[in-house]
């Protein structure tokens, strides 16, 4: 079974440049996260949804970030404009289960983001 | 080999020695703990989880100890082996909600062979 798919993986911009990443969840994972991971540091979550809804996008900065999941599925996550602070991996991950279930996410591999 | 304290950026281990990676995590309402383990250039994969109601609970050649009083929680990895290198981090939430989870800062465990 394929795991969660993001790309791209790799992508350079300059500072105020758009930019967007896509993520294809596990088959049947209702939950969908998007997480930024600082270099050195633990992911820090920005948006989860529970099929289209966002449940939690407490820590999404609004001013810049948006995201989507249309149809419950697949999701995207937008910049624009880049800043250099930006620079980081956005990983993307999916469960079958929150609230009393098992915390276990399943994660891609990532899409590693350089602002110049 | 240990980290001490409450965070060791890294820990660095004789291969088929045991770890012991340590956590301090920092809200004394989470009730579930985990364990992940991200190998270079990939996303972080579960390793263990534990609720509070267990202070100890045990896989396949890794075990996780959590101590409620003090805050802390720990990593043993048995045997340690060269697959074993990666960042490892633990991670805080309510089981009400594990939907919300919270990441430390993580451990790079090296085993030298």
Not at chain 1, 3 to 12: A, D, T
Not at chain 1, 72 to 84: F, M, R
Not at chain 2, 2 to 18: A, I, K, M, R
Request: a neutral charge; hydrophobic letters at 30%.
């Amino acid at each position: 079974e394929a795991g969660v798919v993001q790309s791209p993986r790799y992508k350079i911009i300059e500072k105020k440049q758009p930019v967007a990443f896509w993520c294809n969840p596990i088959s049947g994972h209702n939950t969908l996260y998007w997480y930024r991971q600082n270099l050195g540091q633990g992911p820090e979550l920005l948006i989860r949804y529970e099929n289209e809804e966002a449940v939690d996008d407490s820590q999404l900065p609004k001013d810049r970030f948006s995201a989507e999941r249309l149809k419950g599925v697949d999701s995207t996550l937008k910049i624009q404009p880049a800043e250099l602070g930006d620079s980081a991996v956005y990983l993307c991950a999916s469960s079958q289960e929150t609230g009393w279930g098992r915390g276990e996410l399943f994660f891609g591999e990532g899409s590693r983001l350089t602002v110049l | 080999g240990e980290s001490v304290g409450l965070h060791l950026p890294t820990l660095s281990v004789q291969e088929g020695d045991n770890s012991i990676i340590n956590c301090a995590y920092s809200n004394s309402a989470s009730d579930y703990f985990i364990w992940y383990k991200q190998e270079s250039g990939k996303g972080p994969q579960f390793i263990i989880d534990i609720r509070s109601n267990m202070d100890k609970r045990q896989g396949q050649r890794v075990t996780v100890l959590l101590n409620k009083t003090v805050k802390h929680l720990s990593l043993q990895i048995a045997a340690t082996q060269p697959g074993d290198s990666a960042v490892y981090f633990c991670a805080e939430t309510k089981s009400s909600n594990t939907g919300k989870l919270i990441f430390g800062q993580g451990t790079t465990l090296q085993v030298k062979p």
